[in-house]
């Protein structure tokens, strides 16, 4: 399941080629930010013209005129920066929004078999938190780089027109403050921003299991131990942060530093080459001050170096995931299955390559008949009925529903001739008309009175509040696992299907509850095929074949 780290060229290259349809738009907001910056550099410098020109320094430009410069400049400036970040929060957003469609498609393809082992605290964490910071890299990296590029290059011909020792030098201190700090500082920031998502995620996981396991918690009286751990976590989280927050002030102070002994450089060299009669005291001072405003492009990348690892570090798992191979890819279309009869040909199947589960396994189902599974816990029930369904391909063998491979039938096809009702019921924060509809979207509201009196579930439900109009949710996980499993049992008779499979179907209902579905079953789906994994000898009464799985293989019980 641990997938490949990729560099963080490749990362970026990647993330890049997301941006492709988005280029033109990228374009405008490159564009905008260049023009914007020198804006704001000619703000400082014809301030710097004007001034000099006041006080008598020969500059080549009238006062009168670098003001009437400077305000143009400044009204511009603010324009062209709403757009630059406009057009640049505009591709983020877009972006984000495809990065969540492919996840969810991706996330589509891998359930149930290969989400079945991953943490849920994790997935949201790259579901929710990842993706939204990969904004960063959107919208605060991309273009500030191109930016930052053309404007240190267009600063620097304009420093080498007034003379070319400044040009040289700015390009030097360019590359001290964008490349090389920003690119030294990642090395050594590196795996704090991958140590700190990861323990994000980790956190996430614990946060939810803790949740969802709060009755065991409860039970065995591990609240305290939670709650530390839970602190533990956060105090983790929480010091991975301050070494990454550490680590960015040094950044930012050494940067500045650099900076400051760059002006001073232009300072000096501009003292000297007055003195030598190459420039004027003016341009000078317009060589210093240009430098001086002309950092800030520059500063944005170096700041990027710390967040753009944590970035990297959250594409790296997203990435992961749409890189994940499913475990059974879906087949498209839809067909009309000739006839229903099921064949499980010698089979074998284990997971992950680990021990076979099934060995050599084969069984006939006809159409109607009613098939019992019995067997020891873990002997692999479960599994035979989740490779009937194509959770999972076999390894060995084949299953073929009326002869036809289930390899090669219509994933949505095969969806309906099936319907499975297992020991735990997932119910939607929805209403419970909603919840049973689920079996048949369009079926009318007196069909799905039928379906739940069948699961002996009506009188239940018409005791409820709002009767049918009740939200699941308002019952706040109230409803007990007997009601849960009739709803499901609601769900199946609405659906209909010709192939029944139930996992354990009866386990959570009393004996009067079971008698009464049971007794529906039998008298509903004299016509369908039924396949039940059951502990209960009483259940398995209504089948008319019973299979003990014994050593990897099925043996004919009578
Ligand atoms: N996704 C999975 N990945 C790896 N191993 C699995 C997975 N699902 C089940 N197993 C293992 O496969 C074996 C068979 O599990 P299965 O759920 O099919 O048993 P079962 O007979 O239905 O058990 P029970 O009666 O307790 O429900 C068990 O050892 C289980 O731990």
Redesign the pocket.
Known sequence: MEQKRQSGFKIMLRLIKVLKPLAPIMMITISFGILGFLAATAITSFGMVAGADILGFNVGIKASTAIKIVIACAILRGILRFIEQYSGHFIAFTILAILRDQVFKALRKLAP?KL??KEKGSLISIITSDIELLEVFYAHTVAPIAIGVVTSIIIACVLFAINPIFGALSVVFYLIVGYFIPVFSSKFAKQGGIEYRAAFADSNSYFLESLNGIKEILLFDKGEDRKNAINENSEKLHEKMGVIKGHEGIIRAFTDIVIMIAILTFLFVSIELNKQGQITIGQGLVAIVTLASSFGPVVALSNLSNNLIQTFACAQRLFDILDEVPAVEDVPGETELSSKDIKVDNISFD??NREN?LKDLSLDIKKGDKVAII??????????LKLMMRFWNVDKGEISIGGENLKTIPTKTLRKSQTLVSQDTFLFNDTILNNIKMGDRDASFEDVVEAAKKASIHEFIMKLPQGYETNVGELGGNLSSGEKQRMSMARAFLRNSDILILD?PTSNLDTLNEASILKTIDDECKDKTIVM?S?RKSSSAICNKRYG?ENKKLVRIQ
């Open positions: 078999a079945e082992s997971y992950d589960i067997g020891e816990s873990g002997s692999g029930k479960s599994t035979l354990e994994v502990h799985l």
